[in-house]
């Protein structure tokens, strides 16, 4: 029989080793990434000069940026998935006394009895929608406002009333922030690739 305490055990291992390995494997993809991109100053320097008069609609140089290019918009898109399921771990997660999908009642119900709670949902998928269109500062905006509201929500700043308060704790809390904090290095990785 299955207790409640290797229901939360097991969901606990899986949010360790999805950050454990998660985030290095981001780091080396991207690490990866521009070491690719790069083209050492011989090979740069021989491309110009045989192409000093004309200019080649397609030069190894242009293929090689595209690749890199279509490279890091597949990443940012891997971080955006690795955010949206962040958060559905947090939708099946423990939440309180609730110990399977509490999440997923936390936020059908917290529309309706405690909308200061739910209110960093709506920010999350607006930034979230607005990352997978490629405006990662407004998304970025949307993300950052979110993990704060949802930080400030998980401490328990929050209360309902003087006789009642509401702790919003469980593994269900760590993937709802983390989904958020994805969200935002996400959105910091456009910004900078973007850049480039």
């Not at 190894?60 to 918009?73: C, F, G, L, N, Y």
């Not at 971080?79 to 009642?105: H, M, Q, R, T, V």
């Not at 400030?152 to 269900?172: D, H, P």
Request: proline share 4%; hydrophobic share 50%.
């Amino acid at each position: 029989m299955v207790n409640d305490s290797d229901i939360e055990g097991s969901l606990f291992a899986a949010a360790y080793l999805l950050m454990v390995s998660g985030i290095p494997v981001a780091i080396l993809i991207f690490v990866r990434d521009k070491k690719r991109g790069q083209a050492t100053t011989g090979e740069k320097a021989e491309l110009s000069n045989s192409n000093n008069s004309h200019t080649a609609p397609s030069s190894p140089i242009d293929h090689a940026q595209s690749e890199v290019k279509t490279t890091r918009e597949r990443n940012l898109k891997y971080l955006l998935l690795l955010s949206l399921f962040a958060y559905i771990c947090a939708l099946i997660s423990p939440l309180g006394d609730i110990k399977i999908w509490g999440g997923l009642l936390a936020l059908t119900l917290g529309i309706f009895l405690f909308p200061l709670f739910w209110a960093p949902n709506p920010l999350f998928f607006a930034g979230w929608a607005l990352a997978m269109k490629g405006r990662y500062q407004l998304a970025m905006t949307f993300g950052l406002i979110a993990t704060i509201w949802a930080t400030v929500v998980v401490s328990g700043a929050f209360t309902t009333g003087a006789e009642s308060e509401i702790y919003v704790t469980g593994i269900a809390s760590g993937f709802w922030i983390f989904s958020k904090l994805i969200l935002v290095i996400a959105c910091i990785t456009g910004i900078i690739c973007s850049k480039r």
